[in-house]
C-alpha cells in the first residue's frame, strides 16, 4: 500500500531536524490538504513539547496538542521497567493510527535517543518507526566533521537501519563550505534509490535569540518592545570595565551583562547602539537583582520610542548569569519570522523537492509488525462489534481476557457457568465483568430451545430429546448452540478443553460452508515485519488431494478476511515438475483442484519452503511464478509437517503464533491451547469477531 507517513530520525541534538521537519511539513501542506505531525515520545519536563508548539502554530495544522504525541519519556520507562514493552508500541499505534485515519498524511519526528535511558537497548526511533511501517528520512549532523567522517557515519547508519525498514533520504545538515564543495564535486552514492541532501551551515540558525534567553533564565522585560526581542545572540559580553573602556570592545549582536547600579554602562551602551558608527547590540541583562534608579528609568521610558533595545533584570550575580546564557540553546519559534525565513528558503535552495514529491507518490509499504497485526485486529473488530461466548468460566485467564476485551470494546461477551460464583471470583481477582453477561445452562429459559434444535440436527443419528436435554448443559455444547440459534455470533474453547471438545459440536450442528468438506486450520505466524498464514497445522493428519486444495482455498479466504494478499504456496519436497513420487504427485493434483475450483487465487505448486519464502531462490528455482519468492500463504502437506513447522518458526525465529484458527464452517468457532496465555485469548476473540463480520446467518 501507498505510505501515508514519514518519520524524521536524528542521532544528535545538534544535527538540525526541526529545520528538516519544516521543509518537509511545508512540501507535504503545498501538495495535501490534511497534514498531520506526530511526536510519539516527549520529555518529561513540565513544560508543552516546543517543536509541536511551533509546527501546529506555523503551519496552521487542524490537530489538538494532545493528538500531536504519544508517550512522555517517564511513562516510556516506566512501561519498559515493567517489561511492558508490547503494550508500549500498542498504545502509540493506537494514537498514530487514529492520526492516519483522520488526516492525508502524518509526519513523524522523532527523540533524540541520547535522551533515553540505558534500560532500552536498542534505537526506539527505529523500533517505533517499524511499528508504523514507516519509511524514515535520516538526519546527520556534519558540523565540524570532515567528508570523511560523514561518509563513515552515512555507511553505518544506513547498515543500523538494515532491510526491514524503507530508508527514503538522507539530509547531510550543517555542512562547512569545504565539505560541501566536495561533496558537490564527488557526489556520495550509497544507493541509486537513496537520495541524499546537502546542506550548509547557517550560523544565524545555531545562535539563540535575546527571546531565548528571556526564557530560559525565566526574565520579564524590563525596557523595550517583545518585537525587539527576536535579535540574535551572536556573543555575550561582561562589562567590568569602566565605559570608555568597554565601548571598544562591542560587536555586532552582543549580549551586554551588566550590574544594575552601573548607569554609566547603561546609558552609554543604549547611546552607542543607537549611533550611527557603533554596532547594533541585541539587549542588555542588569545582574545582581539591581535596577536602575528611578531618575534612570525615567529618562529610558522618555526615550523608549528612539533606543529600540530591550534589556531585562535578574537576581543572579554577573557571573552566574554569564554562565546560564552560554548554556542558552537556540530555538526556532512562531515569533522567529527571520529564522524562518532563513531555514525555509535554505531547504528550497538546497533540496529536490519534486523528487521527494515523487518518492513519495511512489513509495510502497508492506512491513506488518505482531504490533500492527494485533492492532488491526483490535480495530477491524471494533468497527462492527460482534457478540462471544465464552464457555470455560471457571479459568482465570478467561476471566482477565473477558475484562480487557470488554475494556477494549473488541466485542461483547458472554460467559457460561453460575453467575455467583463467577462474579465473586472476579471481585476476588481484581476483575470487573460488570459488563459481561453470564448464563448458567443449567437454569437457562434457552436450554429446552437448544436443546430441540440439537434434537432435530441430529435425530437422523438416534438421538433421543431426553439425551439432548442433558447433553445442553455441557458448557461447550450450549455454547456452540448459542451460536447455531445466533443468540452469539461465535464461540471460543479450548483453555481447559481438548481440541475435539471444541470441535465435535460446531461439527454436528453448525456444519461446514458449502463446497467444504472439513474444517481446517490456520497459525497467524508474525515475524518481525511480516505476517504469514501456515495451514493446516492443527486439524487434519493426513489430508487427500481434494482436502488439501479445500485447505488452500480456506486460508486464502482466511488471509483475505484479515487484509493479507493471497498467495498459495502449496509446499512439498520438491519445487515444479523436479520432483517425483507418492507425496509429491499428491500436492501437485492439490494444487490443480485448487486452481481448478479457485481460478482468482494466485497458487504456486508443488513448491519447497526456500523458493515460496525467498526472492532469489524462487527466481532460480520458478522464474516465471507469480507466487515464488513473495509467498504469504502456506499449505502444509501434512499435519506432521506443518506442526513442527510452525513450532520450530516460532521458537527460532521469535516469531507470534496466533492460533490455531478454525475455518471451514457455517459461523466462527475457535480453539485455544491449553497453555494459551491471556494475550492468545484476547486475540483469538478478536479473530472470531472478525470472522462472524462476514458471516451469513444459515437458520
Excluded at 135 to 140: N, R, T, W
Aim: glycine share 6%; proline share 4%; net charge negative.
Amino acid at each position: 500500500m501507498k505510505t501515508k507517513t514519514l518519520y524524521i530520525i536524528s542521532k544528535e541534538p545538534s544535527a538540525g531536524k526541526l529545520v528538516i521537519v519544516m521543509g518537509m511539513m511545508e512540501l507535504l501542506k503545498r501538495r495535501l490538504g490534511r497534514v498531520a505531525l506526530f511526536r510519539p515520545i516527549i520529555h518529561t519536563d513540565g513544560m508543552r513539547d516546543g517543536d509541536i508548539d511551533f509546527i501546529l502554530t506555523h503551519f496552521g495544522l487542524q490537530q489538538s496538542y494532545e493528538d500531536a504525541y504519544g508517550l512522555t519519556t517517564d511513562e516510556m520507562e516506566k512501561l519498559f521497567a515493567q517489561d511492558k514493552q508490547h503494550q508500549f508500541f500498542e498504545k502509540l499505534i493506537e494514537k498514530y493510527k487514529k492520526l492516519e485515519e483522520k488526516y492525508d498524511f502524518v509526519l513523524c519526528e522523532g527523540i533524540y535517543s541520547n535522551f533515553i535511558t540505558s534500560m532500552i537497548d536498542f534505537d526506539i526511533n527505529l523500533a517505533i518507526a517499524k511499528n508504523f511501517a514507516s519509511p524514515v528520512i535520516s538526519v546527520l549532523s556534519g558540523q565540524n566533521r570532515s567528508r570523511t567522517d560523514i561518509e563513515e557515519d552515512i555507511r553505518i547508519w544506513n547498515g543500523i537501519i538494515g532491510e526491514d525498514i524503507q530508508h527514503f533520504a538522507i539530509f547531510l545538515n550543517r555542512l562547512s563550505e569545504d565539505v560541501q564543495n566536495s561533496l558537490e564535486k564527488k557526489p556520495l552514492t550509497l544507493s541509486e534509490k537513496l537520495p541524499i541532501f546537502m546542506l550548509p551551515e547557517i550560523k544565524e540558525l545555531d545562535r539563540p535569540t535575546f527571546r531565548d534567553v528571556m526564557r530560559d533564565l525565566d526574565a520579564n522585560l524590563l525596557f523595550g518592545d517583545i518585537k525587539q526581542t527576536n535579535s540574535i545572540v551572536w556573543q555575550s559580553k561582561v562589562a567590568a570595565m569602566n565605559l570608555e573602556h568597554f565601548l571598544e570592545h562591542l560587536e555586532e549582536g552582543d549580549l551586554v551583562i551588566v550590574p544594575g547600579d552601573r548607569h554609566d554602562i547603561l546609558l552609554g551602551t543604549l547611546s552607542a547602539n543607537y549611533a550611527k558608527n557603533y554596532p547594533s547590540i541585541a539587549g542588555i541583562i542588569l545582574s545582581g537583582g539591581l535596577r536602575p534608579a528611578d531618575s534612570v528609568l525615567h529618562l529610558l521610558d522618555g526615550l523608549k520610542q528612539m533606543l529600540m533595545l530591550p534589556f531585562i533584570a535578574v537576581e543572579a550575580d554577573t557571573m552566574t548569569t554569564a554562565l546560564r546564557v552560554e548554556s542558552v540553546k537556540a530555538r526556532i519559534g512562531s515569533h522567529s519570522k527571520r529564522k524562518i525565513a532563513l531555514a525555509m528558503g535554505m531547504f528550497d535552495k538546497y533540496v529536490d523537492t519534486k523528487l521527494i514529491d515523487d518518492r513519495i507518490l511512489t513509495t510502497q509499504t508492506t512491513v506488518l509488525t505482531p504490533a500492527m497485526f494485533e492492532y488491526m485486529l483490535f480495530a477491524k473488530a471494533r468497527k462492527d462489534r460482534k457478540h462471544i461466548v465464552l464457555p470455560e468460566s471457571g479459568d482465570e485467564r478467561i476471566l482477565r481476557a473477558a475484562e480487557i476485551l470488554l475494556r477494549r470494546g473488541v466485542a461483547d461477551i458472554t460467559l457460561l457457568g453460575d453467575e455467583d460464583t463467577i462474579r465473586l471470583r472476579g471481585r476476588t481477582l481484581g476483575i470487573d465483568l460488570r459488563d459481561a453477561k453470564i448464563i448458567d445452562p443449567h437454569h437457562s429459559v434457552k436450554r429446552k430451545l437448544y436443546a430441540s434444535l440439537y434434537y432435530e440436527a441430529r435425530k437422523h443419528k438416534g438421538v433421543t430429546m431426553d439425551y439432548a436435554f442433558d447433553l445442553i448443559s455441557n458448557e461447550t455444547y450450549f455454547a456452540t448452540m448459542m451460536v447455531y440459534a445466533n443468540d452469539a455470533d461465535g464461540m471460543v474453547s479450548g483453555a481447559t478443553h481438548t481440541t475435539r471438545d471444541t470441535i465435535k459440536p460446531a461439527l454436528e450442528t453448525i456444519k461446514t460452508k458449502a463446497g467444504i468438506s472439513i474444517i481446517s486450520s490456520v497459525f497467524f505466524m508474525c515475524l518481525d515485519t511480516k505476517v504469514l498464514v501456515y495451514g493446516d497445522c492443527a486439524v487434519n493428519p493426513n489430508p487427500t488431494p481434494e482436502e488439501l486444495a479445500q485447505i488452500a482455498i480456506s486460508s486464502a479466504d482466511t488471509s483475505m478476511q484479515f487484509g493479507i494478499i493471497p498467495k498459495v504456496a502449496m509446499l512439498s519436497y520438491s519445487s515444479g515438475d523436479s520432483g517425483v513420487g507418492e507425496e509429491v504427485e499428491r500436492v501437485r493434483k492439490a494444487t490443480m483442484i485448487a486452481k481448478r475450483k479457485r481460478p482468482d487465487l494466485m497458487i504456486e505448486g508443488p513448491i519447497q519452503y526456500d523458493a515460496a519464502i525467498d526472492a532469489e531462490v524462487g527466481k532460480q528455482k520458478m522464474p516465471d511464478s507469480k507466487v515464488a519468492g513473495e509467498a504469504t500463504v502456506f499449505i502444509f502437506p501434512d499435519l506432521n509437517t506443518g506442526n513442527n513447522t510452525y513450532k520450530a518458526v516460532q521458537r527460532s525465529a521469535g516469531a507470534i503464533a496466533i492460533g490455531p484458527v478454525l475455518q471451514g464452517l457455517k459461523k466462527p468457532v475457535n480453539d485455544l491451547s491449553r497453555g494459551c496465555s491471556v494475550e492468545d485469548i484476547i486475540n483469538t476473540v478478536a479473530i472470531t469477531a472478525i470472522q462472524a463480520q462476514q458471516t451469513v446467518d444459515h437458520i
